[in-house]
């Protein structure tokens, strides 16, 4: 059961920062593949500077969120370069 939240987490996560950062969501898995990482890149970004969300689904999507916005604004770096 736990797979499944994270899967729809990452999922949301994706496509809010796909309308924060380009204005449009990247397809179902596109969605789910830059949550996913947006978490895993957010978990490591929080706990390097100390900061807690308080845990909860609220505070996963937080994080996974930022984290994928993060992710995002790098890759939009990389690409302009």
């Keep these: 059961m736990n797979f499944i939240w994270f899967i729809l987490i ?13 204005g449009t969501s990247f397809g ?6 830059v949550g996913v990482i947006g978490a895993l890149l957010g978990g ?9 969300t308080g845990g909860g689904l609220l505070g ?4 996974a969120t930022i984290g994928a ?5 790098g890759l939009r770096l990389i690409k302009s370069s």
């Design 10 to 22: 990452g999922l949301a996560a994706g496509w809010i920062a796909g309308q924060l950062v380009k």
């Design 28 to 33: 179902l898995l596109g969605d789910i593949i």
């Design 44 to 52: 490591f970004l929080f706990s390097t500077f100390g900061v807690s």
């Design 60 to 63: 996963s999507l937080l994080v």
């Design 69 to 73: 916005v993060v992710l995002l604004f």
